[in-house]
């Protein structure tokens, strides 16, 4: 469905520019796509919460997101994540109703809205993340330029991998010298809208390698990848740091994203995970 097995490992050769401040055509802004005038993004919060998540299961490989109570419960199923909760918008009575029933630990609700607003109908013992940010942006250019492999510093090795040719593209920035990994993310593309997306996740830097521009090498190349596979927008939920990366790359911020959960005290059980309702 996504295009033949891709794998590829790309010698990055020395930029002209101090490596803090890449250039725009490299690691700067989202690389452009086959696509001249692809259709726009829905810019409806429950459109993109849905294929963000349907994209984000991709990703992690967990099973399908189930549409409930206004939103979405995707099972993990693994140690320490039992599963998580994803809504659009912040409905009280869903929340209240919801968060009431669970005493499992580490079953994150996560909400497009502001904390301050989600506070008010959880139980008390919740916690909070750090503010979360659901970002989305554009891959084809204007003029449909095609798309450019991304240039880095000196002394880095990229591999790229498109997992079984399904769409799930696994991208590493390894340090020559030591063999060391710099940094890496993963993307998967969704057909859950026309055209396809390319949603991000677990995009990190290790800290000894950052502010080489790296964080937006796995970004480019990254897309490159996905606008080869048809994807023309891509989705992502963001930290705080990475937020102010993918602003500087032309990301658009949609909301605020907050999540929650029972944190897990020492010695606790498994608690109880209520069954989503289909909706």
């Known amino acids: 469905m996504y295009g033949r097995r891709a794998a590829s490992r790309l010698k990055i050769g020395r930029m002209n520019l101090p490596?803090?401040?890449?250039?725009?055509?490299?690691?700067?802004?989202?690389?452009?796509s086959p696509l001249a005038s692809p259709a726009p993004l829905p810019s409806h919060?429950?459109?993109?919460?849905?294929?963000?998540?349907?994209?984000?299961?991709?990703?992690?490989?967990?099973?399908a997101p189930v549409a409930t109570r206004g939103g979405f419960h995707v099972e993990i199923g693994r140690p320490g994540q039992p599963g998580r909760y994803v809504f659009p918008t912040a409905d009280p009575d869903v929340l209240r109703s919801l968060t009431a029933s669970i005493t499992a630990p580490n079953l994150w609700v996560k909400v497009c809205a502001p904390r301050a607003v989600i506070a008010p109908v959880l139980p008390s013992g919740w916690e909070f993340d750090e503010p979360q940010f659901?970002?989305?942006?554009?891959?084809?250019?204007?003029?449909?330029?095609?798309?450019?492999?991304?240039?880095a510093p000196a002394g880095y090795t990229?591999?790229?991998?498109?997992?079984?040719?399904?769409g799930i593209i696994d991208c590493r920035v390894?340090?020559?010298?030591?063999?060391?990994?710099a940094a890496r993310g993963r993307a998967a593309v969704t057909d859950?809208?026309?055209?396809?997306?390319?949603?991000?996740?677990?995009?990190?830097?290790?800290?000894e390698h950052r502010?080489?521009?790296?964080?937006?090498?796995?970004?480019?190349?990254?897309?490159?990848?996905?606008?080869?596979?048809?994807?023309?927008h891509g989705i992502l939920v963001a930290s705080p740091e990475g937020r102010a990366?993918?602003?500087?790359?032309?990301?658009?911020?949609?909301?605020p994203v907050t999540a929650a959960r029972i944190p897990p005290p020492p010695g606790s059980g498994p608690g109880t995970v209520p069954p989503p309702a289909r909706t």
């Open 192 to 207: 859950a809208c026309t055209p396809p997306a390319v949603i991000y996740d677990m995009i990190n830097t290790s800290a």
């Open 19 to 32: 490596i803090d401040n890449p250039p725009i055509d490299t690691t700067g802004s989202p690389l452009p």
């Open 134 to 151: 659901l970002m989305s942006v554009t891959l084809a250019a204007p003029d449909g330029s095609p798309a450019r492999r991304p240039h």
């Open 158 to 166: 990229v591999e790229t991998v498109n997992k079984d040719g399904d």
């Open 211 to 232: 502010r080489r521009g790296l964080g937006g090498l796995v970004m480019n190349t990254l897309s490159a990848h996905a606008a080869e596979l048809g994807a023309a």
């Open 45 to 63: 919060l429950p459109d993109l919460v849905r294929i963000w998540v349907h994209g984000w299961t991709r990703c992690r490989g967990t099973a």
């Open 174 to 181: 390894l340090h020559t010298a030591t063999g060391d990994l």
């Open 245 to 255: 990366l993918y602003r500087s790359l032309g990301w658009r911020l949609h909301a």
